[in-house]
DNA sequence: TCAAAAGTGTTTGCGATACACCCATGA
DNA sequence: TCATGGGTGTATCGCAAACACTTTTGA
């Protein structure tokens, strides 16, 4: 029925509205991450991603931002990249009661350890790769957003998200290579990045030295641009079934 | 806090949850939107998004297609493509109480004048550039659909979605350019699209005169292909400003 | 002097653009 | 026979892939 006639708060079952955080970072070149280890059953002992219920005050947004700040135990989390992922609402998914949950990825520079913000579950970082069957249904989740990002990068100018405030173009490149999976050709990624208007602009005095060994690289901020047009599209799979 | 405690169904202000559709069609050429015009306060006689409750053995998609149903009248609606959008949580967007809404962008081949299933309120097409302000939050629901559709068209097979199951190529153009709002050169078009492998496939015998005059055009199925790689890029507006 | 990483230059080929042109049908 | 829409061919331009090469640092 389209239209809504009565209001009564209590006349249909309620749902509960959570948010799930699919919290992705770059350690050591490899792509992390952030899971907390479930105390009770339903899942007691398997890791689960970061999330909460959203508060009566609160809108979605509002409320994983919150949930990001508490489980990182970073002071600022106000310029971090959130991006809405997609709504989880199937009734079995949550063995206890009805739980509707907005899934957000959330993407970060550097990967402090978390210092679990006066909580008692540590929430850890773990490689994308080596994560055991998750709790719930958050494998999926964890596969979507996993998914998103890497679209992502294809045509919005995300990937300075994974970076520190200022870069070089090989940690920008590095950022693709990792979520993509795939090598990339260093002259014409460069050239592709510096003819996108507003992706990166340089940081007037800046280089740095990457490996320990090798010519430092200059460095790079974020720009004002968010649409990578045309897109950087990724390198087509060589075992292509038609 | 990511430890769920109490599972206290009351504990917690309760949410509505309900599903909000973007039901989007071509007629005559023109982008068309499925709306209702409300009939009490808030917004009483402001035209709105379809759309209900989340019933409590439904998922939001379950919920959605159900709806599409009942305001099209549409027999079947298993083959329609129902994509979710996004989930709209903004405390105030509801004056009456938290409504916690998935949005979802839908898409019809034809236009067949909603029948409004037994229900009072009548559900009328109405073209998407004539629309007046909408109730909620609606506005931009319908805005935050059509760019994703627009978006979907340059990367996905979703074009198909907007033609019936037998279509002629002009008239799978015509849906580029009524959604962009551009003119798209035929040749290159064609080409494009019959070099992507699964986007189209020929009817064997089949023709059809598109505007009563004219050679009659070779018909075509959707294929089985969903990704467009590589895209189909939009051509870029013209007064560009840096 | 070698290894490693940054940065530049150049060739080549594919694909998209922008056309010109032919075909089939109804008025 | 003309207008209208479908369909084919083709020259050109631009971008991007591929790869060779130089530069600057630490070991």
């Known amino acids: 029925m389209f239209v ?32 907390v280890e479930r105390g009770q059953e339903p899942y007691a002992g398997r890791w689960a991603l970061p999330g909460g ?35 989880y609402s199937e009734p079995g998914r949550d063995p206890r009661m009805r739980v509707v949950s907005v899934a957000f990825a959330a993407l970060l520079p550097d990967a402090p350890e978390p210092t679990g913000g006066g909580d008692a579950a540590q929430a ?9 069957p998750l709790a719930f249904d958050h494998d999926r989740i964890l596969a979507d957003a996993h998914d998103r990002v890497g679209a992502d990068l294809e045509s919005t100018c995300l990937a300075t998200a994974f970076c520190p405030p200022e870069f070089t173009l090989g940690e920008l490149q590095q950022v693709y290579e990792t979520v993509w999976g795939t090598g990339l050709d260093r002259p014409n990624f460069r050239r592709k990045v510096l003819a996108t208007p507003g992706f990166v602009e340089p940081v007037p005095g800046g280089a740095r030295l990457t490996g320990g060994r090798g010519k430092p690289a200059a460095l790079y901020r974020a720009g004002a641009a968010t649409a990578l047009r045309p897109p ?9 079934s038609a």
């Open 4 to 35: 809504v006639r009565g209001y009564d708060k209590y006349a249909h079952e309620p749902f509960a509205v959570t948010v799930d955080l699919a919290v992705l970072t770059l350690r050591g070149g490899g792509l992390h991450v952030l899971l």
């Open 53 to 87: 219920f959203v508060l009566p005050d609160e809108s979605a947004e509002t409320a994983a931002r919150r949930e990001l700040a508490e489980e990182t135990g970073l002071k600022d989390v106000s310029g971090l990249h959130l991006e809405q992922l997609r709504t």
């Open 124 to 132: 850890r970082w773990l490689p994308y790769d080596a994560v055991e």
């Open 232 to 240: 950087l599209l990724r390198p087509p799979r060589e075992g292509r």
